[in-house]
């Protein structure tokens, strides 16, 4: 994974509250399971009409919005456990989604596959889609080692939770596997000392 500690990106608004798992990625396109291509897919039945042709409606078709972090409703990614989901946002380009509620599997999915999810206020998230959505060029910085979101040239900002482990991991590009091996060391000696 990527190591990440902080983000300054432009925003894409989604706001959509209950967003499910098969609205992010359809289940029709689950049958890969490489990684790689999701992206193509992600939000599928809302970014394409049934013929095919682009919904120029749909925000992530928006030309005036662009950025690595998506600002989406509350409850988002409920639904089904599939890992796809948190593939096909990374993959698309996104590094962080910021909502008020995170079900709790997609939340651990995302911070598996290194994607940032940060939980803030209903407050927070309502005033942050209303200044996108007044102006699109509106970019946030977010801070994973202060645990810190803020609006750039403004006094918008807030805090967020993070599990500590995640953190570490997020912060140091380790996915469990990563985590495990830079204890090796640590775990030699302690074996060493039982013997």
């Known amino acids: 994974m990527e190591k990440f500690t ?9 706001s ?13 396109f689950l049958k890969a399971t490489d990684r790689k291509g999701f992206g193509d897919n992600v939000f599928r039945d809302w970014r394409y009409h049934k013929d095919g042709t682009v919904n120029t409606d749909f925000v992530l078709n928006d030309s005036k919005y662009s950025g690595s972090i998506l600002v989406a409703g509350d409850n988002f990614g409920c639904g ?3 890992e796809h989901a948190a593939w096909a946002i990374t993959d698309f380009g ?4 910021v909502s008020s509620f995170f079900a ?5 999915n ?3 596959n290194g994607l940032l999810p940060v939980q803030v206020s209903k407050e927070f998230l309502s005033d942050l889609l209303q200044q996108i959505e007044s102006n699109p060029q509106t970019e946030l ?10 609006v750039n040239d403004s006094d918008l900002s807030e805090d967020f939770e993070i599990d500590a482990y995640k953190k570490t991991c997020l912060i140091n590009g380790y996915d469990d596997i990563d985590y495990l091996l830079s204890k090796k060391a640590e775990i030699e000696a302690f074996e060493q000392q039982s013997v």
């Open 94 to 97: 996104f590094k962080v989604v």
């Open 6 to 14: 902080t983000l300054q990106s432009r925003t894409i608004p989604l």
């Open 80 to 82: 089904s456990s599939r």
């Open 16 to 28: 959509v509250e209950n967003v499910d798992t098969d609205q992010i990625i359809p289940a029709r």
């Open 110 to 112: 995302a911070l598996n």
């Open 104 to 108: 709790d599997i997609f939340k651990g």
């Open 141 to 150: 910085t977010v801070n994973l080692i202060d645990q810190t979101i803020s």
